[in-house]
């Protein structure tokens, strides 16, 4: 089969049409500024795959003839191994999610989440072709216009390229985080799902590590730990910047330690106001010994194509080398 043509728009355009040209896929239908960076390397026939961001730019979506979006896929998973893919159909005019189901004569709708290392790779790609600050992507969904301005700068000086994306994501993340502040947290389900958490007041921040306190809502029992939440209880959260891990110690009103909950998720990436991350379903719990839960979830991601082996064996691989920390 050929390679599909491919038509590109949004704020990945860059570092994916880097990555499919060098993969020979055809082009097709380039932005005005497309065409300026890549030169005379495109023709203006249909595309037969088009590939947009998603609203919340954490992303993308792909859309066309199920055989050439699924090989565009292919070369997505195969590039990004923590790229999260979520198949969509259109059901009675509402989008639903659904895997492994085609209508339309084969027309599929993917829905692709880019989480810290995705956009790492493709800050790297988008580096080959025009000068990209450090967590260019990243930084996008939050300032683009900012983003430009700065690397107008890099264009100029580019041995400042460590100094100046340090001062953009001080300016932008880095300067909100004062004791007291409220952050919140998006934990975000591997079938795209977005739960936010009870929001939290910072503690402190540092070695890009923010601890913050969160009352507990609600009343059950936590998850994995088998004790009841009480009245006054709260979770005292720690997030290291690009680290695999979210931890959550449990506290009774009476600062008796209840248990603790390591959550494993793809790298946690920071916002002004939020943490963000996508929740790989695998947790380790202590309570009296560590022992790793829901590992069910993670394989049926796995059955149903939302992530690759590569990404389970990660997961469990952090899974098990905190069970052997926590021992010791």
């Not at 300026?36 to 390397?41: L, S």
């Not at 565009?72 to 998973?77: A, D, G, R, V």
């Not at 639903?96 to 692709?112: C, D, H, N, P, S």
């Not at 009480?230 to 008796?256: C, M, P, Q």
């Amino acid at each position: 089969m050929s390679k599909p043509k491919v038509m590109i728009r949004g704020i990945y355009a860059t570092a994916l049409t880097q990555l499919f040209l060098t993969n020979g896929f055809p082009v097709t239908n380039p932005s005005k500024e497309i065409l300026e960076r890549f030169g005379a390397k495109f023709d203006f026939s249909p595309p037969e795959v088009t590939i947009t961001d998603k609203e919340d730019l954490q992303g993308i979506y792909i859309k066309g003839e199920a055989e050439k979006a699924d090989v565009i896929i292919e070369l997505i998973k195969k590039v990004l191994p923590d790229a999260i893919v979520r198949e969509k159909i259109c059901l009675n005019n509402f989008l639903q999610t659904e895997r492994k189901i085609r209508l339309y004569g084969g027309y599929a709708f993917y829905e692709v989440e880019f989480p810290f290392n995705s956009k790492m790779i493709l800050d790297e790609l988008r580096s080959m072709v025009i000068p990209t600050i450090i967590e260019h992507h990243h930084l996008k969904t939050i300032a683009a216009d900012k983003v430009k301005e700065v690397e107008t700068l890099l264009s100029a000086y580019p041995e400042k390229k460590v100094e100046l994306s340090l001062k953009l994501k001080n300016e932008l993340i880095y300067n909100n985080y004062n004791v007291g502040r409220t952050i919140f947290v998006e934990h975000v389900k591997l079938d795209g799902k977005v739960i936010n958490l009870s929001e939290g007041k910072i503690l402190s921040f540092k070695d890009n590590t923010l601890v913050f306190k969160r009352l507990i809502k609600g009343k059950g029992v936590y998850d994995g730990i088998n004790e009841q939440k009480e009245e006054g209880d709260y979770v005292i959260t720690e997030a290291k910047e690009g680290s695999w891990i979210l931890k959550h110690s449990y506290f009774s009103r009476n600062e008796e330690l209840k248990g603790e909950l390591y959550n494993i998720n793809t790298p946690i990436e920071f916002y002004p106001d939020k943490i963000r991350y996508v929740d790989l379903e695998v947790d380790v719990v202590r309570k009296c010994l560590p022992k790793i839960i829901d590992l069910d979830k993670l394989n049926n991601a796995l059955e149903e194509g939302i992530i690759n082996e590569g990404l389970v064996k990660k997961a469990l691989k952090i899974a098990e080398e905190l069970i052997a920390n926590l021992k010791k």
